[in-house]
């Protein structure tokens, strides 16, 4: 799986989108649009881990979309969350070593 999780009308999603390099080949998945479904959250869950409850992951999440640090990216077996200088620098080393 390659997908970025992501909110159309953010623009720090927008301009992190328009930073990676165009050979990402990503699958792009807007939030608002379309929702995430519980089997998302679960795979999410299992590559990145919280200090919540599973429970109470799921119930934000599918509740209110804003609590979803965005962008998330996954990479087949590997997770980016978020939108930090250290987090984007990471990704698009990943993105770029392939």
């Given amino acids: 799986m390659r997908k970025i999780y992501y909110l159309a009308s953010c623009d720090t999603c927008r301009k992190i989108i328009k930073s990676l390099p ?7 998945h807007d939030i608002r649009q379309n929702p995430i479904t519980i089997a998302e959250l679960e795979f999410m869950h299992q590559l990145k881990n919280i200090m919540l409850t599973e429970d ?3 119930k934000y999440i599918l509740e ?3 609590f979803l640090s965005r962008p998330v990216v996954i990479l087949e077996n590997e997770i980016f969350i978020g939108n930090s200088q250290p987090n984007i620098l990471k990704l698009q080393k990943a993105l770029s070593d392939e």
């Fill in 56 to 58: 109470d992951y799921k």
């Fill in 22 to 28: 165009s050979t990402a080949n990503l699958e792009f």
């Fill in 64 to 66: 209110h979309y804003t």
